[in-house]
């Protein structure tokens, strides 16, 4: 075998573990097992939340927040980037720290590259459009997660409805009908699961239900999630059922979410335009039309 076919085995093979070895890990880290044990070893006698808390009074005595007010950033102040970070599933001071720091070290690692590999007038060039890429990146990375965790929370809404008004009818009260939710929803929807925590931890600190619902619009920034409030506002004030509101909530969502995916299914045939257009057609081309331009040159060189 020559050296060239060696080689070319040889990177074949370091590709192929590599790639194997990143699917496995990322396979791992997703098993609904692996989360579930991940999930009950987090809910010990005090809580996952409740250690994050004293982690976070933790990180406030040894300066992180006064670290992050020390640092620029591009959301204006320290407060809403806090809050869009914890609209996204940070709440830790230090991750508010690293991700000011990101800002301002993310645009020098992007501009080196350019400097170094290319030359001329693209030097320059590259170099400006990697300054402009690593001051954008990480706000655009927490934006995707903040709709991700929104999207998540939207499809979850309707199931975590449906245990709430199980619970109520069950005979639980409101209080322990949102803790058996937030339990049974921490594997599949690990977003709202935390949310619903976050929120009985309110109420058990002393808030009012309807300002722990409130807060929990705040955060969340969604519209079911306001509808929701609002429902709950019109419940207790009128004295209502709220099993019954509850349920009606529950159907909205679920009809909302089977509105979004038939969106989305209808989107499909416009998206595929894109990879039929530059992936397929050209390889289709060249099988196609190849031999035939081949022919053509051959007949017309004679």
């Given at each position: 075998m020559t050296p060239t076919t060696l080689t070319l085995i040889a990177v074949f093979l370091a590709v192929t573990f590599t790639a194997t070895a990143v699917?496995?890990?990322?396979?791992?880290?997703?098993?609904?097992?692996r989360q579930r044990l991940k999930a009950l070893l987090d809910r010990e006698a005090t809580g996952g939340l409740v250690r994050k808390a004293a982690?976070?009074?933790?990180?406030?005595r040894h300066g992180?927040?006064?670290?992050?007010?020390?640092?620029?950033?591009?959301?204006?102040?320290?407060?809403?980037?806090?809050?869009?970070?914890?609209?996204?599933?940070?709440?830790s001071a230090t991750i508010a720290a690293w991700f000011s720091i990101s800002e301002l070290v993310g645009?020098?690692?992007?501009?080196?590259?350019?400097?170094?590999?290319?030359?001329?007038?693209?030097?320059?060039?590259?170099?400006?459009?990697?300054?402009?890429?690593?001051?954008?990146?990480?706000?655009?990375?927490?934006?995707?997660?903040?709709?991700?965790?929104?999207?998540?929370?939207?499809?979850?809404l309707a199931d975590a409805l449906d245990l709430l008004v199980l619970c109520l009818e069950a005979g639980s009260s409101l209080d322990q009908a949102i803790v058996k939710a937030g339990d049974e929803l921490g594997v599949s929807y690990p977003a709202l699961g935390e949310q619903l925590h976050i929120l009985?931890?309110?109420?058990?600190?002393?808030?009012?239900?309807?300002?722990?619902?409130?807060?929990l619009a705040e955060r969340t920034r969604l519209d079911d999630v306001r509808a929701l409030v609002s429902m709950l506002m019109q419940t207790d004030r009128f004295g209502t059922s709220v099993s019954q509101a509850l349920r009606t909530q529950a159907d909205t969502s679920r009809t909302k979410r089977r509105q979004r995916a038939e969106e989305r299914a209808q989107k499909v045939g416009v998206k595929l335009v894109f990879p039929l257009v530059f992936c397929l057609f050209p390889a289709l081309y060249v099988v196609l039309l190849g031999p035939a331009y081949l022919t053509f040159v051959k007949i017309l060189s004679q």
């Amino acid at each position: 075998m020559t050296p060239t076919t060696l080689t070319l085995i040889a990177v074949f093979l370091a590709v192929t573990f590599t790639a194997t070895a990143v699917a496995w890990l990322i396979t791992s880290r997703s098993e609904p097992g692996r989360q579930r044990l991940k999930a009950l070893l987090d809910r010990e006698a005090t809580g996952g939340l409740v250690r994050k808390a004293a982690l976070l009074a933790e990180e406030e005595r040894h300066g992180a927040d006064r670290l992050v007010s020390k640092l620029p950033t591009s959301f204006g102040s320290v407060k809403r980037l806090r809050r869009e970070l914890a609209l996204a599933g940070f709440y830790s001071a230090t991750i508010a720290a690293w991700f000011s720091i990101s800002e301002l070290v993310g645009p020098v690692l992007f501009a080196i590259p350019p400097l170094v590999l290319l030359t001329g007038t693209y030097r320059w060039g590259g170099a400006a459009a990697g300054l402009v890429l690593g001051y954008l990146a990480p706000s655009m990375l927490l934006k995707r997660r903040c709709k991700r965790r929104q999207h998540e929370i939207e499809n979850g809404l309707a199931d975590a409805l449906d245990l709430l008004v199980l619970c109520l009818e069950a005979g639980s009260s409101l209080d322990q009908a949102i803790v058996k939710a937030g339990d049974e929803l921490g594997v599949s929807y690990p977003a709202l699961g935390e949310q619903l925590h976050i929120l009985i931890m309110e109420m058990r600190a002393g808030k009012t239900r309807l300002d722990a619902f409130q807060g929990l619009a705040e955060r969340t920034r969604l519209d079911d999630v306001r509808a929701l409030v609002s429902m709950l506002m019109q419940t207790d004030r009128f004295g209502t059922s709220v099993s019954q509101a509850l349920r009606t909530q529950a159907d909205t969502s679920r009809t909302k979410r089977r509105q979004r995916a038939e969106e989305r299914a209808q989107k499909v045939g416009v998206k595929l335009v894109f990879p039929l257009v530059f992936c397929l057609f050209p390889a289709l081309y060249v099988v196609l039309l190849g031999p035939a331009y081949l022919t053509f040159v051959k007949i017309l060189s004679q």
